[in-house]
């Protein structure tokens, strides 16, 4: 199915927390999928869906790629997720929810999904969690270990950060599959939940919903380091229509840095019913972020 892009950008079906990768002149995006009623009191989101194009206005849906139902140890929902590359494979790390067994009592947790192309088929990639509720005592609720972003550095040294109500961090082996090291709770002002970690100009930025606002803005901090210590540096993007959550992507493209994110701006949307929307990213002269101007036009056809 093709889709004329503005925003909200996909409205097939609804969509949230977007993830866009870059790969041979292609820009994915790896969504949620919500599928709420009309008055639901809470979320409903069976699977991940990927989204593609190559000049960010006539875009590609490729249907549902993954769900909670391809680990056999989860269940419950398809929270918010990235997928990266590394050495030729592609890396889906999802938030969901953990059966209760010996490996876990349940509660959230994070997985991780393999394949050899950025449209799958994915496949579990290590037959268990990641991640799982026990590995983590620092807050009290189940569904604290959600929301991962992955960022790989220069030195090839890959990062995993998420969270809900602080953010974790930790190291991992290049297999992408494996942690290296010790988790470490790092939780900048204002922090809630959806951690986004890119770098720039010598810069690391922490991008992620905060909770300095009701409902939630999107803020962000600076470091010089991917381990901080990070600097808070504001809010960048405003609340959103209809929606009490948002979700931060950010990538560049064919020479324009964009922002993805979610709204509950489609005919019948709800913060249970959100739909994804892409707006330009500027930077001032100190690599600091511009405010993101929210539009309905959405961004021009890139070359």
């Known amino acids: ?73 989860a269940t419950g929902d398809a929270y918010a997720a990235q997928c990266v590359e590394r050495n030729g494979k592609f890396y889906w790390f999802v938030s969901t929810f953990h059966k209760p067994n010996s490996a876990s009592g349940g509660g959230a947790c994070i997985g991780v999904a393999v394949a050899d192309h950025p449209l799958g088929p994915f496949t579990d990639a290590i037959g268990k969690a990641l991640i799982v509720n026990e590995m ?75 909770n300095g606002t009701n409902p939630e803005m999107i803020e962000y901090c600076m470091a010089k380091s991917p381990t901080g210590p990070w600097e808070y540096k504001g809010i960048i993007q405003e609340n959103v229509p209809n929606s009490f959550t948002t979700h931060p992507g950010i990538i560049d493209f064919k020479g324009k840095s964009y922002f993805f994110y ?21 930077y001032n002269a100190d690599g600091t972020i511009k405010p993101i101007v929210q539009t309905t036009t959405g961004v021009s056809k890139a070359p």
């Open 1 to 73: 199915m093709q889709i004329f892009a503005q925003n909200p950008i996909f409205k097939n079906i609804f969509t949230a927390d977007p993830a866009p990768l870059v790969h041979k002149g292609v820009l994915y995006v790896y969504t949620g999928h919500d599928t709420a009623s009309v008055n639901a009191p809470n979320y409903r989101m069976p699977d991940w869906h990927i989204y593609s194009t190559k000049d960010m206005k006539t875009w590609k849906h490729h249907g549902a790629k993954l769900s909670p139902a391809t680990f056999s140890w």
């Open 136 to 210: 983590t005592q620092d807050k009290p609720h189940a569904w604290h270990d959600i929301d991962p972003t992955v960022f790989i550095d220069d030195d090839e040294q890959a990062y995993l950060y998420w969270g809900n109500g602080s953010m974790k961090w930790v190291k991992l082996k290049e297999n992408m599959i494996e942690l290296d090291g010790p988790i470490t709770v790092d939780t900048p002002k204002n922090y809630i939940e959806g951690p986004w970690v890119y770098k720039r100009n010598g810069w690391y930025y922490l991008v992620y919903a905060g």
């Open 262 to 282: 979610h709204n509950g701006a489609l005919p019948t949307g709800s913060m249970y019913r959100r739909s994804i929307c892409v707006d330009y990213l500027y």
